[in-house]
């Protein structure tokens, strides 16, 4: 198993920025696709973004795109998204995911097999 966890959330105005940071260990075999979701109070999770092994592939949710940016660093077995111009339509809990399949195979569905605990995020308007 691999276990993820999340950094970096917290309160920000309209308009602000964060920067999510998620740590991987255990199986970094787990870890060649990784993205974020998010889920707000009453909704179902949604995917954010996702990017691959080499960091040559990304997808955006459509919502973010202009606006968030993943990356990651395998060295640090860690990935990143960094949040820009907010809105509190943003607001969610953030969750860091990973899946031992390439990022082909888990597009589309981004049904990641590994999830950390999440971390909030919080805009004020």
């Known amino acids: 198993q691999v276990r993820l966890v999340e950094s970096g959330g917290g309160l920000v105005q309209a308009g602000g920025s964060l920067r999510l940071s998620c740590a991987a260990s255990g199986r970094t075999f787990s870890t060649n696709t990784m993205g974020w979701l998010r889920q707000a109070p009453g909704k179902e999770r949604e995917f954010v973004a996702a990017i691959s092994w080499a960091g040559d592939n990304k997808n955006y949710a459509d919502s973010v795109k202009g606006r968030f940016t993943i990356s990651r660093d395998n060295a640090k077995r860690s990935v990143y998204l960094q949040l820009n111009s907010l809105k509190p339509e943003d607001t969610a809990v953030y969750f860091c995911?990973?899946?031992?399949?390439?990022?082909?195979?888990?597009?589309?569905?981004?049904?990641?097999?590994?999830w950390g605990q999440g971390t909030q995020v919080t805009v004020s308007s």
């Open positions: 995911a990973a899946d031992s399949r390439n990022f082909e195979a888990v597009g589309g569905a981004w049904d990641f097999h590994s």
